[in-house]
């Protein structure tokens, strides 16, 4: 029997709610039973998934105060929780407007004259989607909206930090009969995840690098697709020619934006000597303006720390930057208040790369500063690093910053803004190093992944056999 997981509120610190994961064999049933109802999802074509889809926005809709009081509770920020339900919304919009001419069969003409080539895909029957905590709704919907229109059924197991906006969820897709019956959302540790990469057919996995490992591994064992997006030390390179209002104001926003836990955080920040000390005095002004969301949601701009593990990350990578001489200019400390955990904007100085708030996924508001002297130097100071999701150049001139960024090892590279990828989906991007594995979640292959391409080859005229043996 499956134990239940008590779950914890990060405004107040009470654990005040309980999740039941579903027993194994449980688990196991209904995985078979998503795969037989995709049979007759795939064959209401194209047109039939992307009305069902259109259902179920107007069923979240309807129950949207409900889902929204859910993500709050969950993570205890508000203005993130709405921009994350807008975000979704607007997914399901764009996937239905572009999965047409995505998906659509070709047919041509090959290098024999008599033999033609008609290009088609069948879905993954099964996927399995595995999502972390820290955008609950966006994360266990950003790999399922395109896996559905592709024609799989799919099944969700967010994370069991942040399980509550499930129930609302899942009310909406109970209300449109035929997605209930190819997606689910199920309660669960890693034991469940577990469970759920033995049952499907393809797994997407958001999360850590410790646990992309393990789930990679075990679906390399069981010959299935792993999509893996995984941790991040986004660095960002100013140049001695940078916009500084425009530059710290984009870094703030990029390092501090939902409390800097995103994959996507600016967490190393790399400045020209000679703008060095201007850089560090105007982030720290604007850094120090910032305020707490307590003692309501809406006090301030910094929600609490939604994990306590990561508070005692945070507070870690804090007490040994300090400890090896690093100087704090605002913030430096994560607090208990109110029964949560936060922390300030901190801006770091006197840092190198022996300390583990440059060189570890911190997933916290911390932007530690090191000066350069040569764009070499930078770029080396960028690249060194056992991640490579995502970075930002900052320069006067386009161009200049661009041959920066041709050097830098990182999937997605924001020039003169930050974290860009999080609001740009059509550029397709892969992880470099640790971040991650296989194919890349934006762009056109974030929907034809899910499919397997098959060709079908033609012969449009008679010829006499075997011709390819004829010798006259």
């Not at 992309?212 to 997006?229: D, N, Q, S």
């Amino acid at each position: 029997m499956t134990k239940p997981i008590e779950i914890r509120n990060p405004r107040t610190g009470k654990y005040d709610y309980v999740i039941v994961p579903p027993p194994p064999m449980l688990l196991t049933q209904l995985c078979n039973r998503l795969r037989r109802s995709q049979k007759s999802w795939q064959q209401i074509g194209l047109e039939g998934r992307i009305e069902t889809l259109k259902q179920w926005k107007q069923a979240i809709i309807s129950n949207q105060d409900k889902l929204t009081e859910a993500l709050v509770t969950d993570t205890g920020r508000l203005s993130i929780s709405e921009l994350e339900i807008g975000s979704f919304l607007s997914s399901i919009d764009r996937w239905c407007r572009l999965a047409p001419k995505l998906l659509q069969e070709t047919q041509q003409n090959t290098s024999i004259p008599f033999i033609d080539l008609q290009q088609t895909a069948v879905p993954y029957s099964l996927v399995g989607v595995i999502s972390p905590w820290n955008f609950p709704l966006l994360l266990s919907t950003i790999d399922t909206i395109p896996a559905l229109l592709a024609g799989c059924a799919v099944i969700v197991k967010p994370s069991e930090i942040t399980p509550r906006f499930m129930t609302p969820l899942l009310s909406a897709i109970n209300a449109v009969p035929q997605l209930r019956d190819v997606l689910t959302f199920v309660e669960g540790g890693g034991e469940t995840g577990t469970a759920i990469v033995e049952n499907v057919d393809l797994v997407c996995f958001t999360g850590s690098v410790a646990t992309g490992r393990k789930v990679g591994e075990k679906a390399a064992k069981l010959f299935i697709p792993a999509f893996l997006e995984l941790g991040g030390k986004d660095p960002a390179i100013v140049l001695e020619s940078a916009d500084l209002e425009l530059a710290t104001s984009a870094i703030l926003w990029g390092s501090v934006v939902n409390t800097g836990q995103s994959c996507l955080s600016i967490e190393r920040i790399y400045v020209a000597e000679a703008i060095f000390e201007e850089f560090v005095e105007l982030l720290t002004a604007k850094a120090q303006r910032l305020r707490l969301a307590y003692p309501t949601v809406e006090s301030g701009e910094i929600g609490p720390i939604i994990s306590e593990r990561q508070a005692a990350i945070i507070s870690d990578h804090l007490l040994d930057a300090v400890e090896k001489g690093a100087i704090v200019h605002c913030g430096g400390k994560v607090e208990e208040t109110g029964g949560g955990w936060w922390c300030r904007p901190t801006v770091l100085t006197e840092v190198n790369h022996a300390m583990k708030v440059m060189n570890e996924e911190t997933f916290g508001p911390i932007m530690p500063i090191m000066p350069f002297s040569t764009v070499e130097e930078a770029i080396n100071l960028a690249n060194d690093s056992i991640y490579g999701l995502s970075a930002a150049v900052f320069a006067q001139d386009e161009a200049e910053a661009l041959a920066v960024a041709q050097y830098i090892n990182a999937g997605g590279i924001s020039i003169n803004d930050a974290a860009l990828t999080a609001l740009i989906y059509e550029g397709e991007k892969n992880s470099f190093k640790f971040s991650g594995l296989g194919g890349s979640r934006m762009g056109a292959a974030a929907l034809t992944r899910f499919m397997r391409k098959k060709a079908l080859l033609v012969k449009t005229k008679s010829i006499p056999d075997p011709w390819w043996f004829d010798a006259q």
